[in-house]
């Protein structure tokens, strides 16, 4: 199970100015968690899955799930539905106020930061994951269930169509959609793997003219790459 470590700095080769407050990093042990935690986890990501084209943010689930536990208590307060015309008196900002002050602390670090999640841009895995393929360091950086879980986030941002924009929620672009799928085939994926997604993706790629429609600049990353792929 992931595992989210807080202002640690356990490579010794990582250097920080301020021991590492604020740092946050998930780390895999497959001996963390009970089995009702690894159900709860599992659960969610195949609801998120499930409505992805819907929600599509995450919310930070895994993280809340990490921060509950003992705290779980304190995010559980009556919650006051106003109906049309009530007027808002002291006694309902108050209690907002505290429900949101209480909510907000449960997901505090206990160094005073709030970690969070930096999705949204499709471009930026990409450009990680084909640069340590180029050095051969892939296998070296990035673990199994590292690759594993970045295909699927690639997934899950899939549009419908097949393509993928530059960010989550964005329309397909010749460019985030070859990034994306020359990524998912450095991981491994098959040309029929991903449960069809993979043939969409490609699809999409040639009913849209293929790399010829990529900025001049985007193609020096992806035309050495791609066309082994896509034929």
């Not at 995450?58 to 779980?72: A, E, K, N, P």
Request: hydrophobic share 40%.
């Amino acid at each position: 199970m992931w595992k989210l470590k807080l202002s640690q700095g356990e490579e010794p080769w990582l250097a920080s100015v301020n021991n590492h407050i604020g740092r946050q990093y998930w780390e895999f042990d497959p001996n963390v968690g009970t089995a009702e935690e690894r159900a709860q986890v599992e659960t969610a990501r195949n609801q998120f899955s499930k409505h992805r084209f819907q929600a599509k943010q995450s919310c930070d689930l895994l993280t809340r799930f990490q921060f509950g536990g003992d705290r779980q208590n304190e995010r559980m307060m009556k919650v006051k539905y106003l109906k049309m015309g009530e007027q808002v008196s002291e006694e309902i900002v108050k209690m907002s106020l505290t429900r949101a002050l209480r909510f907000y602390s449960t997901l505090q670090a206990p160094d005073g930061f709030w970690p969070a999640d930096y999705g949204g841009p499709l471009f930026l895995l990409p450009g990680l994951v084909i640069g340590l393929f180029v050095t051969g360091d892939l296998d070296i950086v990035l673990p199994l269930e590292h690759q594993r879980e970045i295909r699927r986030y690639l997934y899950n941002h899939q549009n419908k169509d097949g393509g993928w924009g530059l960010h989550i929620e964005g329309e397909s672009t010749m460019f985030g959609t070859a990034l994306s799928y020359v990524s998912l085939r450095l991981l491994g994926e098959r040309k029929d793997g991903g449960d069809g997604a993979i043939a969409k993706a490609r699809k999409w790629i040639l009913d849209h003219g293929g790399i010829t429609f990529i900025p001049s600049w985007g193609k020096m990353w992806l035309s050495v790459y791609i066309l082994p792929f896509i034929l």
